[in-house]
């Protein structure tokens, strides 16, 4: 799956590895690391009692993820014995299943000599929500129901995915929404706050992205049980050890449901590329049956930051990456839509502009809204995925991944060559795939 990305991402890899190992040259011996003075620029702390040092005073979180479970278990010794480490590290936490990494609050040195002793080593990268305020409307499942328009207005009626489990890793859902009827949306895990979680949606982000997965009158799959993990905050925020942790749930739940039939659904875009972030959404597809669907981003106004490739997950070979369109001239034609992210990591696009969206409202479970962005063309894609899980039974030989199959089938069952403006898969800038997502397919039905 997107093979022809793997060389941007080694690229991008290497020229990670050659800013490590730019310090290898040094000698090991701590005496010769960066004085703090080099490390921190702001000037002695203004209170000295709770900083004894300047290099406590600018103290960064980082991802430190292990190569083997060796070296994991040798890292918090590291941590405690280098002098660079010991006077102001805490560690914040650590996940063991979908990767081995910690989450580390400690100060630049203590970053560079992690990475010189073999540690992949980023700072904690921010993703948030991308929506955009709606204008006009659009029907997302009058389009996606046919190939070609205009629109015609029949009833929506495909397999309702009732045997597939869709985690939504976002703001939370309100749960209580007439869209979610039966009780098919649960409260699942707040890695944000999982001292005192925060069981409902306070920013509305994930519970618009739910509704248009399973939600019973607005969304694609609309039987489809819902397992909600809130990992950003109600200013729509996460920092990527929430998200790490997160997928770590999703890993642990899949290794007591061996067999389930699951789709992930991510929402957040980031402004940066992670390669903790890309192999961490990797594994989790590589180890569990789970399909795993993110969005491309909403920077695709200035194509000097459109291409999905830079940023995570987006970038990864490893899932199913959604860009957004929409509909132009009255209707008559389909094209991307002006802030979605497109280049050759975009598998796929769905509707993403005026979406119809369940919104959580004081006390009310009856809100409805209009809003636009990546956000909500990525569980459109979601909920395709839930179905051909239900109707289908698919079985990953040798290398292949269940994202990969179900990859295959929404491309071969996608309206090709409707995006008017999308740059062709052979452009010299940004070439890309002109998908759009269609359940005509036999597929989609029971």
Not at 32 to 39: A, C, F, K, P, R
Not at 87 to 99: G, Q
Not at 209 to 231: D, H, L, M, P, Y
Not at 296 to 303: E, P
Request: with cysteine.
């Amino acid at each position: 799956m997107k093979t022809n990305v793997w060389i941007l991402i080694a690229v991008l890899a290497l020229a990670w590895a050659n800013m490590v190992v730019s310090y290898s040259s040094e000698s090991d011996d701590d005496d010769n690391e960066l004085t703090d003075e080099d490390l921190c620029d702001e000037g002695a702390p203004m209170d000295v009692e709770t900083h004894n040092s300047l290099k406590c005073s600018c103290t960064t979180s980082y991802i430190v993820t292990s190569p083997d479970q060796h070296s994991y278990n040798r890292l918090f010794k590291k941590i405690d014995k280098l002098k660079a480490c010991r006077d102001c590290s805490t560690i914040k936490r650590a996940f063991t299943d979908v990767l081995l990494i910690v989450s580390i609050e400690t100060t630049e040195k203590c970053a560079i000599k992690l990475a010189k002793k073999g540690y992949l080593v980023e700072e904690n990268s921010v993703q948030e929500v991308g929506a955009a305020l709606p204008t006009l409307p659009v029907k997302l499942l009058d389009r996606i129901d046919q190939v070609d328009l205009p629109r015609d207005g029949a009833s929506y009626d495909r397999n309702d995915a009732t045997d597939v489990t869709i985690f939504i890793l976002d703001t939370g859902v309100l749960f209580t929404h007439d869209e979610f009827t039966n009780g098919r949306v649960s409260f699942y895990n707040d890695t944000v706050t999982p001292n005192s979680p925060i069981m409902v949606d306070v920013n509305g982000h994930g519970t618009r992205c739910a509704s248009v997965a399973a939600g019973a009158n607005i969304g694609v799959a609309q039987g489809a049980t819902v397992e909600s993990i809130r990992v950003a905050g109600s200013d729509g925020l996460a920092a990527a050890d929430d998200v790490l942790a997160g997928l770590d749930d999703i890993q642990r739940w899949w290794n007591s449901n061996p067999g389930s039939k699951c789709v992930v659904s991510y929402s957040l875009i980031s402004t940066s590329f992670s390669t903790t972030l890309n192999y961490a959404f990797g594994n989790l597809s590589a180890n569990t049956d789970c399909v795993v669907v993110v969005a491309a981003g909403n920077q695709g106004a200035d194509i000097s930051m459109a291409d999905a490739c830079n940023y995570s997950p987006s970038g990864s070979p490893d899932v199913i990456t959604v860009g957004g369109s929409r509909n132009r001239m009255n209707g008559a034609s389909d094209d991307r839509i002006g802030i979605s992210n497109y280049g050759p990591c975009v598998d796929i696009y769905a509707p993403a502009r005026n979406i119809d969206l369940a919104a959580p409202s004081g006390s009310s479970n009856s809100n409805y809204l209009r809003s636009s962005g990546t956000s909500f063309a990525t569980p459109a894609v979601a909920g395709a995925a839930a179905m051909i899980l239900s109707t289908t039974s698919l079985t990953p030989t040798g290398s292949e991944t269940m994202t990969d199959l179900v990859l295959d089938i929404l491309i071969a069952t996608s309206a090709k060559d409707k995006l008017t403006s999308l740059p062709a898969s052979n452009a010299a800038v940004l070439p890309s795939n002109n998908r759009l997502l269609n359940v005509v397919s036999n597929t989609y039905y029971a």
